[in-house]
Nanobody, 120 residues
Framework: QVHVSESGGGSVPAGGSLTLSCTVSGYTNDHFCMAWFRQVPGGEREPVVSIAIGGGIYYDESVEGRFTASQDNAKNTVSLQMNNLKPEDTAMYYC??????????????WGQGTQVTVSS
């Protein structure tokens, strides 16, 4: 059974930095994708960054240039370095994984979420 867990959320002032970490376990091979999403109360889960099965990394334009994702050699941990944080980055951040597609609709495995709060 695949398990996803996140850590690293917190509260920072605008302009600050945080690092989130996502770890997956339970896969029998390295053929899986991972992704970060975020959600505000009453809103939909929005993509932040996606790490494709082949290793390609794709950022949402709202975080391009400020957030950097990296995956360890074993592929089971993804770190998300978030710099120059803005109040609009405040949200619950979720990590997701799947054998095929890591979109909000298709990803089957989700973590419990970690809160990021950026004060102005």
């Amino acid at each position: 059974q695949v398990h996803v867990s996140e850590s690293g959320g917190g509260s920072v002032p605008a302009g600050g930095s945080l690092t989130l970490s996502c770890t997956v376990s339970g896969y029998t091979n390295d053929h899986f994708c991972m992704a970060w999403f975020r959600q505000v109360p009453g809103g939909e889960r929005e993509p932040v960054v996606s790490i494709a099965i082949g290793g390609g990394i794709y950022y949402d334009e709202s975080v391009e240039g400020r957030f950097t994702a990296s995956q360890d050699n074993a592929k089971n941990t993804v770190s998300l370095q978030m710099n120059n944080l803005k109040p609009e980055d405040t949200a619950m951040y979720y990590c997701a994984s799947d054998h095929l597609l890591c979109t909000a609709r298709d990803a089957r495995y989700w973590g419990q979420g970690t809160q990021v709060t950026v004060s102005s």
